[in-house]
């Protein structure tokens, strides 16, 4: 059975790529593995789900046509190899990631998980705007 | 009634728009600090001692005052929002406030914190000004054996009462004793632990070891730990406090105060043990014990004012006596000692004007925390979110910044090297930086009035309990040391015999 994976994040970009995800998923007749992680180097990071936040998410995949399942991988080390690591293990066809603008600066100083995972991915990446 | 004159006229001083931005300054590095884990103002004032050789000793105070307050007002709100206490002192305000928080009462256990603090801020800081000159009037007729008990009694306190273990206490101590001795004897001009090594003939400069082990060592100890998951922020929303709150807040408060002062003023010093008592108290006379477990604003009130007031107590015996008895307060010792200024019975004269100063100062930092820190929690919360290798390599930038530009001798910062690696051992084996701080500091005040004790009773070894003043204070002292062991052990043969 196939299967797809989405990098989610609590952010329009997240949100796209879910969707994106799910209509995949649906199309192949496969299912849905979400996939949420951080590097877990700041104290805090409400990227990554918990309470409140992770309840409504795990509700929303349950309302979905498609077989869905929510991940949080706590290897606390890179997202990409996380996204990579589930991908494998699943045998998914596709990894969905949501892109956001950056710029020029930004790009000099901060790294892109997404990027980093469309560069170093071993299966096909479908990148998604918000 | 002079001491309140005088402190009008630290106020006056006080109040000058560049002292004020220094107080501003001080407050919100203090807060930013102290919301950090880890990271506390001892570390803080530490890494901006290099700053005391261009500031005027005004300035420098009144911005260190500002972190030292700060610092106490910052560990509540990770306290409450996070259940991760920024200070050891913070940690009995954890308990029950982070289950506020999960109650969705956060803003109103803020509240309570906040103005609590405020409040046993203000009283505490009163009572030093008050407490300070009788205490100085009493400290003149101290001679230097009397001094050497005081400091003597004041190690021992804080290596076995401070932390779990004395043993390791004691030896974190010896680590600082033995730091301070390196470098030329003043009364014999003799080298000691030198190595041969030029530069050391000076000494190790204090603030290249205090940066050493609290920045390098912390930075070393959480990169060997760096990636460990987030934690979860309780929501700051809900009700602020309401009339009941504060019925049920106030009187802690006032408690919280009457702990923390004296144990502050006490050369046992420390916020830990009366922010314990506080809570312990609280919880027995509390009118709501079912609240108790569940989000009791009493337990968050009360030790929230009771280290508050301990910090200002803390600088009793440190304005009045020249006694450090937290890390924090040595480093301000040491910030004294780079000016030429010796913290002691004659500092109230010799210095009146910048010591009234610095307690204003400590009256308008208390109120810039109160009135700042509620609209700002989200910004502490932000500050959370910072990855730690950026956070860590600032800190260690500005450690090895400052450490060269004591001297501009880059031996210091092989040394700045060495000593952080013992510092990150210390961490690592549960061995307290405090007592080495404070070992490091007041040890060559402690040796220099031993010497001079002795000097002057021609080497006669009784003239150190030949005071009544000096024998209880060495009983004490004993007592400190001897005293835990002895009970514990009293208590596992009631144990058995039962």
Same mark, same amino acid.
């Given at each position: 059975?196939?299967?797809?994976?989405?990098?989610?994040?609590?952010?329009?970009?997240?949100?796209?790529?879910?969707?994106?995800?799910?209509?995949?998923?649906?199309?192949?007749?496969?299912?849905?593995?979400?996939?949420?992680?951080?590097?877990?180097?700041?104290?805090?990071?409400?990227?990554?789900?918990?309470?409140?936040?992770?309840?409504?998410?795990?509700?929303?995949?349950?309302?979905?046509?498609?077989?869905?399942?929510?991940?949080?991988?706590?290897?606390?080390?890179?997202?990409?190899?996380?996204?990579?690591?589930?991908?494998?293990?699943?045998?998914?066809?596709?990894?969905?990631?949501?892109?956001?603008?950056?710029?020029?600066?930004?790009?000099?100083?901060?790294?892109?998980?997404?990027?980093?995972?469309?560069?170093?991915?071993?299966?096909?990446?479908?990148?998604?705007?918000? | 009634?002079?001491?309140?004159?005088?402190?009008?006229?630290?106020?006056?001083?006080?109040?000058?728009?560049?002292?004020?931005?220094?107080?501003?300054?001080?407050?919100?590095?203090?807060?930013?600090?102290?919301?950090?884990?880890?990271?506390?103002?001892?570390?803080?004032?530490?890494?901006?001692?290099?700053?005391?050789?261009?500031?005027?000793?005004?300035?420098?105070?009144?911005?260190?005052?500002?972190?030292?307050?700060?610092?106490?007002?910052?560990?509540?709100?990770?306290?409450?929002?996070?259940?991760?206490?920024?200070?050891?002192?913070?940690?009995?305000?954890?308990?029950?406030?982070?289950?506020? @928080?999960?109650?969705?009462?956060?803003?109103?256990?803020?509240?309570?914190?906040?103005?609590?603090?405020?409040?046993?801020?203000?009283?505490?800081?009163?009572?030093?000004?008050?407490?300070?000159?009788?205490?100085?009037?009493?400290?003149?007729?101290?001679?230097?054996?009397?001094?050497?008990?005081?400091?003597?009694?004041?190690?021992?306190?804080?290596?076995?009462?401070?932390?779990?273990?004395?043993?390791?206490?004691?030896?974190?101590?010896?680590?600082?004793?033995?730091?301070?001795?390196?470098?030329?004897?003043?009364?014999?001009?003799?080298?000691?632990?030198?190595?041969?090594?030029?530069?050391?003939?000076?000494?190790?400069?204090?603030?290249?070891?205090?940066?050493?082990?609290?920045?390098?060592?912390?930075?070393?100890?959480?990169?060997?730990?760096?990636?460990?998951?987030?934690?979860?922020?309780?929501?700051?929303?809900?009700?602020?406090?309401?009339?009941?709150?504060?019925?049920?807040?106030?009187?802690?408060?006032?408690?919280?105060?009457?702990?923390?002062?004296?144990?502050?003023?006490?050369?046992?010093?420390?916020?830990?043990?009366?922010?314990?008592?506080?809570?312990?108290?609280?919880?027995?006379?509390?009118?709501?014990?079912?609240?108790?477990?569940?989000?009791?604003?009493?337990?968050?009130?009360?030790?929230?004012?009771?280290?508050?007031?301990?910090?200002?107590?803390?600088?009793?015996?440190?304005?009045?006596?020249?006694?450090?008895?937290?890390?924090?307060?040595?480093?301000?010792?040491? @910030?004294?000692?780079?000016?030429?200024?010796?913290?002691?019975?004659?500092?109230?004269?010799?210095?009146?004007?910048?010591?009234?100063?610095?307690?204003?100062?400590?009256?308008?930092?208390?109120?810039?925390?109160?009135?700042?820190?509620?609209?700002?929690?989200?910004?502490?919360?932000?500050?959370?979110?910072?990855?730690?290798?950026?956070?860590?390599?600032?800190?260690?930038?500005?450690?090895?910044?400052?450490?060269?530009?004591?001297?501009?001798?880059?031996?210091?910062?092989?040394?700045?090297?060495?000593?952080?690696?013992?510092?990150?051992?210390?961490?690592?084996?549960?061995?307290?930086? @405090?007592?080495?701080?404070?070992?490091?500091?007041?040890?060559?005040?402690?040796?220099?009035?031993?010497?001079?004790?002795?000097?002057?009773?021609?080497?006669?070894?009784?003239?150190?309990?030949?005071?009544?003043?000096?024998?209880?204070?060495?009983?004490?002292?004993?007592?400190?040391?001897?005293?835990?062991?002895?009970?514990?052990?009293?208590?596992?043969?009631?144990?058995?015999?039962?």
């Amino acid at each position: 059975m196939s299967a797809v994976v989405v990098g989610y994040v609590p952010s329009d970009e997240g949100r796209a790529a879910l969707r994106a995800g799910a209509a995949e998923a649906r199309l192949r007749g496969g299912r849905l593995v979400v996939v949420n992680t951080t590097r877990g180097d700041a104290l805090v990071d409400d990227r990554f789900l918990a309470g409140d936040a992770l309840d409504d998410l795990r509700a929303e995949l349950a309302t979905l046509d498609v077989e869905a399942e929510l991940r949080q991988p706590q290897t606390w080390d890179d997202v990409a190899e996380d996204l990579d690591a589930v991908a494998d293990e699943v045998g998914a066809d596709l990894i969905v990631i949501g892109l956001r603008r950056r710029s020029a600066v930004g790009k000099l100083i901060l790294g892109s998980a997404a990027s980093r995972i469309l560069l170093t991915a071993h299966h096909a990446v479908l990148a998604v705007k918000a | 009634m002079d001491a309140l004159t005088q402190l009008l006229h630290g106020f006056g001083d006080a109040v000058t728009p560049l002292n004020l931005l220094f107080a501003l300054i001080g407050t919100l590095l203090g807060t930013a600090v102290g919301v950090l884990p880890g990271i506390g103002p001892a570390m803080t004032v530490a890494l901006l001692l290099p700053i005391t050789y261009v500031l005027e000793p005004t300035g420098a105070f009144i911005m260190f005052a500002g972190i030292y307050y700060g610092g106490m007002y910052g560990g509540s709100t990770t306290s409450i929002l996070l259940n991760t206490p920024g200070e050891s002192s913070s940690i009995m305000t954890a308990i029950e406030g982070n289950l506020m @928080a999960k109650a969705g009462r956060g803003a109103a256990a803020l509240g309570t914190a906040a103005i609590g603090s405020f409040v046993a801020g203000t009283i505490a800081t009163l009572l030093l000004a008050l407490v300070a000159p009788v205490v100085v009037t009493l400290a003149v007729a101290i001679g230097p054996a009397d001094y050497f008990a005081l400091a003597l009694l004041a190690f021992v306190a804080v290596s076995t009462v401070l932390g779990a273990s004395p043993v390791r206490g004691l030896a974190s101590l010896c680590i600082g004793l033995f730091l301070g001795l390196v470098g030329t004897d003043l009364l014999t001009g003799q080298q000691r632990f030198t190595l041969g090594v030029p530069q050391l003939a000076d000494g190790i400069d204090v603030v290249v070891v205090a940066v050493a082990l609290f920045a390098v060592g912390e930075a070393l100890h959480v990169a060997s730990r760096l990636r460990h998951g987030p934690v979860q922020v309780m929501s700051s929303s809900g009700k602020f406090m309401t009339r009941e709150d504060l019925r049920r807040s106030w009187k802690p408060w006032l408690r919280g105060t009457a702990f923390g002062f004296p144990f502050g003023a006490l050369p046992a010093g420390g916020a830990e043990i009366p922010t314990f008592l506080s809570y312990a108290t609280e919880r027995r006379l509390t009118k709501h014990p079912e609240d108790f477990g569940r989000g009791a604003i009493e337990g968050v009130a009360g030790p929230e004012a009771a280290n508050n007031a301990a910090a200002a107590g803390v600088l009793v015996p440190l304005l009045t006596l020249g006694l450090p008895t937290s890390a924090t307060a040595a480093i301000l010792l040491a @910030a004294f000692q780079g000016y030429g200024i010796q913290p002691g019975p004659t500092l109230l004269t010799t210095e009146s004007s910048l010591v009234w100063t610095l307690i204003a100062s400590l009256f308008i930092g208390n109120t810039m925390l109160l009135v700042l820190n509620l609209p700002l929690v989200g910004l502490w919360v932000k500050l959370l979110k910072i990855p730690r290798p950026y956070l860590y390599a600032g800190i260690l930038m500005f450690a090895s910044l400052g450490s060269y530009a004591v001297n501009a001798d880059p031996l210091d910062l092989v040394i700045l090297l060495v000593l952080g690696l013992l510092g990150f051992a210390m961490r690592r084996f549960g061995w307290p930086v @405090a007592p080495a701080v404070i070992g490091l500091i007041l040890g060559p005040v402690a040796e220099t009035n031993l010497r001079r004790a002795l000097a002057i009773s021609d080497g006669d070894l009784t003239t150190l309990v030949s005071s009544p003043f000096s024998v209880v204070v060495l009983l004490v002292a004993v007592a400190a040391v001897v005293g835990p062991p002895l009970l514990r052990r009293a208590r596992r043969g009631q144990a058995v015999a039962a």
